[in-house]
């Protein structure tokens, strides 16, 4: 899995959107006390149920390959302009 360039700052802009993202599909929304791990593993299974990203493979389902899969969801919505993919 290559690095993004960006990678760190493409996941907390990830992580910000697919909450909004969860909260417009009816989720309640995280807890403020909710560990990163805990966001990063609820978008990443709500975005492949439905369908919006790729489901990675059942022996390389970690903490790494999801916060790689957000980044590269993210980087894909962004226009090709924005300042986090140059």
Do not use: C
């Not at 993004?4 to 995280?30: D, Q």
């Not at 403020?32 to 709500?46: D, G, H, N």
């Amino acid at each position: 899995m290559k690095k993004l360039k960006n990678e760190a700052e493409l996941l907390k802009k990830a992580i910000a959107i697919g909450e909004g993202y969860a909260k417009n599909r009816g989720y309640t929304g995280f807890s403020a006390t909710a560990a990163a791990k805990q966001k990063i593993e609820s978008l990443y299974r709500l975005l492949v149920n439905d369908k919006l990203i790729q489901p990675l493979a059942k022996d390389n389902e970690d903490l790494a390959s999801m916060k790689h899969k957000l980044a590269l969801w993210i980087a894909k919505q962004l226009p090709a302009d924005h300042p986090l993919l140059k």
